[in-house]
């Protein structure tokens, strides 16, 4: 079956710490989308990317970072720079014309130890 | 700018009854984009409905119906019969016609139903 795979569900991050939160799509998509949900404030952009090796920066980019080297994968980076990391991360995917609605991994769960 | 509202933070109903969750959205476009997606306990977002800004008719699928009226900004959505499996957040999004991979989120409905 096609669909977005996030791993790992859970993780943790010590201070100072970079952490790299996977996702993965097999729905043949050019654009992907990470986002962060926090209780009571939806969901914000950080970064998305419509092709390979291009992408932009959301509402919420600073202490991230991504890369766009396959069409497949989205890899978002929590650098040391995030201050307040704990939070709901979310990825999704379109096909990136005609407004398609996305569709969501089932998220990673990040806490700091 | 483009802001969706979703004043309802969370909602509580008995099983069987009717509810409505309510959607407000802002936007100078004249050509946009309306969801509605359903986030269960599990976390992933589930697409419901889209609707372009051309297209006024209410839809009906099954138990859900959404009335969507552009003279008040609005795109709500009502749960007639409501089930415990409806129990979830909501979310309503707004995606503009020029950036089309933009989509702006309201901050949710949480709905709990009752047995």
């Known amino acids: 079956d096609g669909g977005i795979t996030q791993s790992p569900k859970y993780l943790f991050r010590k201070e100072g710490q970079n952490v790299t939160l996977s996702c993965e799509q097999n729905?043949?998509?050019?654009?992907m989308y990470w986002y962060r949900q926090d209780p009571g404030q939806g969901l914000r952009l950080i970064y998305y990317?419509?092709?390979?090796?291009?992408?932009q920066k959301g509402d919420i980019a600073e202490g991230y970072s991504v890369s766009r080297e396959k069409k497949e994968s989205f890899p978002l980076t929590v650098t040391s720079a995030q201050k307040n990391p704990t939070a709901f991360y979310l990825c999704?995917?379109?096909?990136?014309?005609?407004?398609?609605?996305?569709?969501f991994g089932d998220g990673t769960r990040l806490s700091i130890l | 700018a483009q802001k969706v509202t979703q004043a309802q933070t969370k909602i509580s109903v008995v099983e069987k009854e009717d509810v409505t969750l309510d959607c407000v959205y802002e936007t100078r476009d004249t050509t946009y984009y309306l969801f509605w997606y359903k986030q269960p306990p599990s976390g992933e977002l589930v697409f419901l409905i889209r609707?372009?800004?051309?297209?006024?008719q209410n839809e009906i699928s099954g138990r859900y119906s959404w009335n969507f009226q552009k003279s008040t900004s609005s795109f709500n959505f009502t749960i007639t019969a409501s089930q415990v499996v409806d129990s979830a957040v909501y979310f309503c999004?707004?995606?503009?016609?020029?950036?089309?991979?933009?989509?702006?989120f309201g901050t949710g409905t949480s709905l709990t139903v009752i047995p």
């Open positions: 990317s419509q092709i390979v090796n291009d992408f």
């Open positions: 999704a995917s379109n096909p990136g014309t005609g407004h398609q609605p996305q569709h």
């Open positions: 999004a707004l995606a503009q016609y020029v950036k089309s991979n933009q989509f702006y």
């Open positions: 609707r372009n800004s051309f297209d006024e």
């Open positions: 729905l043949n998509h050019d654009a």
